[in-house]
C-alpha cells in the first residue's frame, strides 16, 4: 500500500528565511507526487507536481521540490519565506491507474515569524 | 481556470439528523469526483469515489450506509451523512480530476465543516 509521511508537524520560519519541508513516500512503482497547500478557507491548491523527467520541479509562489528516488524523498523548498507563506502543507502520491486517487501526508503548518 | 465548489460552507446540526452536501464542478464535468474527511490539524483521508451513473465506491472501514453518495449528474455528487453523531463532526472536503488530463488536474473544493451538536 502506498504512503506517505511529513516527519515535521509544525515548522517555525522568520521571515525572508529559507525553507523545506520533508516528505518520504512509499509505493510500488514509479510515484506520481504533488505538493499541496492550505490555507484558511480555502481549497487545496496545488504547488507543484512530479510525473518523470527532470527531478527538480520548479512550482508556483516560489516553490521547488526534489524526486531523490534511492531516499524515497520529494522535500519542498522556497529559498525565502514570505508571510503570506504560513499555512498547512500536504504532500500526496498519486495512483493514475486509481483514478486519480491520491494519498495524503499527515502535514506540516508552517509559522512565518515577522 | 477550473472551480470546484461545495455546499454548505459550514453546517451545525443536532445529534440524529441527516445532513447532505454538495460538490459541484462549475466548468468542466467530472465523472469521478472524491470525498475527503479532514480531522482537525490532521490528514485528508479519503472516503470514497463518486462515479457518474454508479455505485461509489468507498475506502475500507467507510461505511456506506453512513455516508450515502449520489453522483447525479455530470457536475454535482451529494455526500449526505444519515443519522449524524458528534464524531461525524469534520471538514468534509470534494475534489473532482479534470477530465482527459493527468493525474495532476485535480481540482479541491474548499471543504464543509460539520458541526453535530
Known amino acids: 500500500a502506498q504512503s506517505v509521511t511529513q516527519p515535521d508537524i509544525h515548522i517555525t520560519v522568520s521571515e525572508g528565511a529559507s525553507l523545506e519541508l520533508r516528505c518520504n513516500y512509499s509505493?510500488?512503482?514509479?510515484?506520481?507526487l504533488f505538493w499541496y497547500v492550505q490555507s484558511p478557507g480555502q481549497g487545496l491548491q496545488l504547488l507543484l507536481k512530479y510525473f518523470s523527467g527532470d527531478t527538480l520541479v520548479q512550482g508556483i509562489k516560489g516553490f521547488e521540490a526534489e524526486f531523490k528516488r534511492s531516499q524515497s524523498s520529494f522535500n519542498l523548498r522556497k529559498p525565502s519565506v514570505h508571510w503570506s507563506d504560513a499555512a498547512e502543507y500536504f504532500c500526496?502520491?498519486?495512483?493514475?491507474?486509481?483514478?486519480?486517487?491520491?494519498?495524503f501526508g499527515g502535514g506540516t503548518r508552517v509559522l512565518v515569524k515577522p | 481556470g477550473a472551480v470546484v465548489s461545495q455546499h454548505p460552507s459550514r453546517v451545525i446540526c443536532k445529534s440524529g439528523t441527516s445532513v447532505k452536501i454538495e460538490c459541484r464542478s462549475l466548468d468542466f464535468q467530472a465523472t469521478t469526483m472524491f470525498w475527503y474527511r479532514q480531522f482537525p490539524k490532521q490528514s485528508l483521508m479519503l472516503m470514497a469515489t463518486s462515479n457518474e451513473g454508479s455505485k461509489a465506491t468507498y475506502e475500507q472501514g467507510v461505511e456506506k450506509d453512513k455516508f450515502l453518495i449520489n453522483h447525479a449528474s455530470l457536475t454535482l455528487s451529494t455526500l449526505t451523512v444519515t443519522s449524524a453523531h458528534p464524531e461525524d463532526s469534520s471538514f468534509y472536503i470534494c475534489?473532482?480530476?479534470?477530465?482527459?488530463?493527468?493525474?495532476?488536474?485535480?481540482?479541491f473544493g474548499p471543504g464543509t465543516r460539520l458541526t453535530v451538536l
Open positions: 500526496a502520491v498519486g495512483k493514475k491507474a486509481a483514478g486519480n486517487k491520491l494519498t
Open positions: 475534489s473532482a480530476p479534470r477530465p482527459g488530463g493527468s493525474t495532476d488536474t485535480q481540482y
Open positions: 509505493y510500488g512503482a514509479t510515484p506520481y
